[in-house]
DNA sequence: TTGTAAGCGTTATCAA
DNA sequence: TTGATAACGCTTACAA
């Protein structure tokens, strides 16, 4: 086969010697240099196809200060809600010519600024950051890196920080006004409290459709849900104050904290959605699988992943592209039904 | 800030001309070169941190050869199988200095060839490819890649091709020898026609244990499963033969497939597992979601993906890694009890 | 239209 | 122990 040890790669200059010109014709055959007659161009691609000639983007890179490639710097590829976020970010960078170099912290503030510091090594063009509650704007990486950097889901973004981000208050909204529609008034919210700026958020939207339902708000369907960020115990454990307090619906911080709560109707024979309607926030795999199948408010992850990329590209043009804050869509199952 | 636009990073060069020395001084300074003074090399790397000084990998990559990059191609980042693996792939990559370039193919060959052909022009040191059933040992992309290739789960390894691969016969064994021990005697296997190899495999390990533990086949309890491959359905649509043919367990190709015949029980209220017992393979997420969450045998995906960098590492030291075939592990849930 | 030569940031070989 | 110099593969003035 080709692959003889160490063989190295043809180079525009094998090309030339064969074709017996200079280099830089060469060069400019395979560009789309208009100073190059047609008939040379022809014959020296036609060659440099023969020959296996494949361009070093190493090369390039070192001339022209690019090297078309983006860092993701995530917590966690597997991670529910990566996933999708990481394919829209392949997307926008393949059809814009980037590559795409994966960097993940594993929710260490140590490997994140390693992390950050290979890619400014190997002179990334742009990084996207999926919200690790690590890189904020206080972080002493993100102010020394030159590349621009997008942040998606950032909680408090600050003074000229690039954030993509889902509307929290409007997909929260469009969780209650669900309900609502479907005939239910006490309306319970379980929260989380280890992410208090999008939980004040979602709350806010909460409480908005109630009002503009002319639903009275009632403090005792608001739960706080766990300090440390277990959610789906808090969704589990807020089954008891919610029935107490009256509520035939709840809406949760997010789809783990759903499906906590569902399995806890599971074991207390509280009939979903007979008894109880639930409505969560995500839309990760799992809320799919859930049973029931859980009613959820999708975050557009694919979107989000495509929006920071071609957020990094104007940036790259010199452009100020503006934050963008994108709409949640209510996904209904079989959590939820008529009061 | 730092964020001056445009701002040229600093060079070995610039180093040189603070420091009041050649710049290959300085390069040997940075490095762990034998031949320099102490007292220079502290004065010179402390130098280089006052500047702000980060060496750049693209012009170290133009005179090593070595670009300290795998490629990745896999079909999808967001399948259910996909994360873990890369997680292991990047960890891998990590401890040995090396960064981890992503590709999807999104299941098409020229997607995936255009991957390939992208890889090839970075110049990247080595390729992890997921059975992509794409890039098979046929596949033109394989043959003209100068860099070690290591395939995950190639069902049909060519010769001379590297491969990390789960024990599919292993496994089935383990899962039928969980439900023996349960005292199940009429135990079902449901499959997968698009997935002829690994189906085979699986199944001779299902007959293998059968016959171990004395219980005569019986080809009634065996399903062929979908042959386009929706697992899911197949799985739903087995449970008819399943309890005609007296089975009081059921071991699935693989976790689809098992939530699948799941969600036909639910259907038609055959309690699981006090009717029948249901096994999987591979422990997606959604198997710990599913309801009862579902017994089945675990795909070591990290491992895997450890495994196949560090096979492409030994291929660019210049050995010869034999292909590994790991063991796969019983995870039993709440989907089997005793007969 | 094509060729020559310098430069991108680093490493490595050879002298000094 | 340090310094010149060439080399890596390509692009791009500038010259021819």
Redesign the pocket.
């Known amino acids: 086969l080709t692959n003889e040890p160490d063989a190295?790669?043809v180079?525009?200059?094998d090309i030339a010697k064969q074709a017996?010109?200079?280099?830089?014709?060469v060069?400019?055959a395979?560009?789309d240099h208009?100073?190059?007659?047609a008939?040379?161009?022809r014959r020296i691609v036609a060659l440099a196809g023969a020959m296996g000639?494949v361009?070093?983007a190493?090369?390039?890179s070192?001339?022209?200060?690019q090297t078309w490639t983006i860092g993701v710097v995530l917590a966690s590829v597997s991670d529910p809600f990566t996933g999708r976020v990481v394919e829209g970010v392949e997307q926008a960078a393949l059809e814009a010519g980037f590559g795409v170099l994966l960097s993940t912290s594993q929710y260490s503030r140590e490997r994140e600024a390693a992390a950050v510091e290979a890619l400014r090594r190997r002179r990334i063009d742009g990084i996207v950051v999926m919200s690790s509650h690590l890189f904020a704007r206080s972080s002493p990486a993100a102010s020394q890196v030159a590349a621009p950097v997008v942040v998606i889901n950032e909680q408090d973004p600050g003074e000229g920080q690039h954030v993509v981000s889902v509307d929290d208050a409007q997909g929260a909204w469009t969780a209650v006004e669900h309900l609502l529609a479907l005939g239910h008034r006490r309306i319970g919210y379980v929260g989380a409290g280890d992410r208090p700026k999008s939980n004040r958020s979602r709350l806010r939207g909460f409480h908005a459709a109630l009002a503009a339902a002319g639903v009275p708000p009632d403090a005792v369907l608001v739960l706080p849900g766990d300090a440390q960020g277990d959610h789906a115990r808090a969704g589990a454990e807020s089954l008891g104050p919610l029935l107490a307090a009256g509520a035939t619906a709840a809406f949760c911080y997010n789809d783990a904290t759903a499906i906590g709560l569902l399995s806890a109707c599971y074991a207390r024979r509280v009939a979903v959605p007979a008894d109880l309607s639930v409505v969560g926030f995500d839309d990760i795999d799992a809320a799919a699988y859930s049973v029931p199948p859980l009613t959820t408010v999708r975050q557009p992850r694919f979107e989000m992943g495509r929006r920071a990329v071609q957020m990094v590209l104007a940036l790259l043009r010199g452009e100020q592209p503006p934050n963008e804050r994108l709409a949640a869509e209510l996904v209904v199952r079989d959590t939820t039904a008529p009061h």
Chains 1, 2 share one sequence.
């Open positions: 190295m790669p180079s525009i200059y017996n010109v200079s280099p830089s014709t060069s400019r395979l560009q208009p100073r190059i007659a008939e040379t161009k000639y361009p070093s190493v090369a390039r070192l001339t022209s200060n």
